[in-house]
């Protein structure tokens, strides 16, 4: 059944940006409502469950950092369990001619980690919103000036007028996906064309183990390959190895037939005979999902554009305003970046109706 309804704000995408920008929006006392394509909120916030209902493996975001102030206040504040990155051991260095170890872990950094997987930041933040404000399974496809100085949002199931609207989309996947009638300026969709997804073009695979056996043998679990299919593999095992887990990174490009084989092989060349055979491997390629992934993302590699000053301005008269991490002008690409783009642009439009209510009340007269 076709809807249509009104509020005073569309929020598009129920990825930690715009879930940081629905919540600020709420808690001003903002109308609103949040439409996200997929039938789950997180983006690229994933979490696999495992036997464990309070531990998780992650197949997106792992880590969160020192300074990070925004992911740690929301820890905080939701009760969110976190603990250190597992560093202790020797590394390795997978080259053609062979594996070295390294003494001591020359791979990681001191980093903290979700005990729930980091999805649970999501689900943190959607608990702070009435449930009917958030819409699963609503691709947005087009938004229109309507002409009486709002914006209309189609999805196939129906039309959202709004007096603002907050992209938390990818610019590019956006540009792709959602048609504006050609009412964005020239410089701003050549910018969001051309603007990488931050982790898009990667394929992460989470290979989970009976037990942490890597770590018997002084092992981090660290290991920089030159020869791949993973170029770089870490542990990832929950608080005090369980879950115990490995993961890495590898190309996109190269997830073909026998890519499980390749890894798996892999694997064991560098952790021995037991690494061979995972109770499970997750291969989650990012570049396959479609609301994750524009068409072009192994060609977008222009990082300097994260963060750029079109992005900090609405567009469509003032009633567009952007967010998604590739926008954020700090920790751009990370969960960090994400809410810090999603807290800008709710005041943005906090800033832009304030101001067009001063005008109705005459204030600015
Ligand atoms: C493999 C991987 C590892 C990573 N590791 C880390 C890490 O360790 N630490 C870290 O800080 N960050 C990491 N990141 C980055 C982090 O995940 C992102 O910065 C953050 O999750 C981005 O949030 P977002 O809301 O900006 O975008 P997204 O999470 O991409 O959210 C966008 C949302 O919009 C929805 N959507 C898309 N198109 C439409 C449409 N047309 N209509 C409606 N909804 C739409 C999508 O379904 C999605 O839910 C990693 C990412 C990946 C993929």
């Known amino acids: 059944m076709s809807h249509q309804d009104s509020h005073d704000v569309?929020?598009?995408?129920?990825?930690?940006?715009?879930?940081?920008?629905?919540?600020?929006?709420?808690?001003?006392?903002?109308?609103?409502?949040?439409?996200?394509?997929?039938?789950?909120?997180?983006?690229?916030?994933l979490s696999a469950p495992t036997s464990n209902p309070e531990r998780a493996l992650d197949l997106g975001a792992t880590w969160f950092w020192d300074g990070e102030e925004r992911v740690r206040a929301l820890t905080m504040l939701s009760g969110i369990a976190t603990f250190d990155q597992h560093l202790a051991g020797d590394s390795l260095l997978q080259e053609t001619t062979g594996t070295r170890r390294l003494t001591g872990n020359l791979?990681?950094?001191?980093?903290?980690r979700f005990t729930a997987g980091s999805q649970a930041i999501a689900t943190a933040l959607a608990a702070m919103l009435p449930t009917e404000s958030l819409r699963l399974n609503e691709p947005v496809t087009a938004i229109h000036m309507n002409g009486q100085g709002g914006l209309d949002v189609l999805t196939p199931t129906g039309t959202v007028h709004a007096e603002h609207v907050v992209l938390a989309v990818p610019p590019a996947l956006a540009l792709e996906r959602i048609d504006f009638g050609g009412a964005l300026p020239a410089d701003l969709v050549r910018l969001a064309r051309s603007t990488p997804v931050w982790m898009g073009a990667v394929a992460k695979v989470v290979a989970h183990y009976p037990?942490?056996?890597?770590?018997?043998?002084?092992?981090?679990?660290?290991?920089?390959?030159?020869?791949?299919?993973?170029?770089?593999?870490?542990?990832?095992?929950?608080?005090?190895?369980?879950?115990?887990?490995?993961?890495g990174f590898a190309?996109?490009?190269?997830?073909?037939?026998?890519?499980?084989?390749?890894?798996?092989?892999?694997?064991?060349?560098?952790?021995?005979?037991?690494?061979?055979?995972?109770?499970v491997l997750h291969v989650q390629d990012w570049s396959a999902e479609r609301w994750t992934a524009p068409s072009t993302v192994r060609h977008l590699a222009d990082h300097s554009?994260?963060?750029?000053?079109?992005?900090?301005?609405?567009?469509?008269?003032?009633?567009?305003?952007?967010?998604?991490?590739?926008?954020?002008?700090?920790?751009?690409?990370?969960?960090?970046?994400?809410?810090?783009?999603?807290?800008?642009?709710?005041?943005?439009?906090?800033?832009?109706?304030s101001s067009a209510s001063d005008v109705t009340s005459g204030v600015t007269a």
């Not at 598009?12 to 879930?19: D, E, K, Q, R, V």
């Not at 043998?217 to 608080?239: C, K, N, W, Y």
Request: glycine fraction near 12%.
């Open 211 to 247: 037990r942490a056996f890597w770590r018997e043998e002084g092992l981090a679990g660290a290991v920089f390959s030159r020869t791949g299919p993973l170029q770089e593999i870490h542990d990832m095992s929950g608080p005090d190895g369980e879950p115990a887990a490995l993961f």
């Open 10 to 45: 569309v929020v598009i995408g129920a990825g930690a940006s715009g879930l940081a920008a629905a919540t600020a929006l709420h808690a001003a006392g903002r109308d609103l409502v949040a439409l996200e394509a997929r039938d789950r909120i997180g983006g690229r916030l």
């Open 305 to 353: 554009l994260f963060g750029h000053p079109l992005y900090q301005r609405p567009a469509l008269d003032g009633r567009l305003h952007w967010a998604s991490t590739e926008t954020a002008t700090d920790h751009a690409g990370h969960i960090e970046g994400a809410l810090a783009a999603g807290a800008r642009a709710a005041q943005s439009v906090l800033a832009a109706s």
């Open 107 to 112: 791979m990681d950094t001191p980093s903290r």
């Open 251 to 279: 190309h996109a490009r190269t997830v073909r037939p026998g890519f499980e084989q390749a890894v798996t092989a892999q694997l064991a060349r560098l952790f021995g005979p037991a690494a061979a055979t995972p109770a």
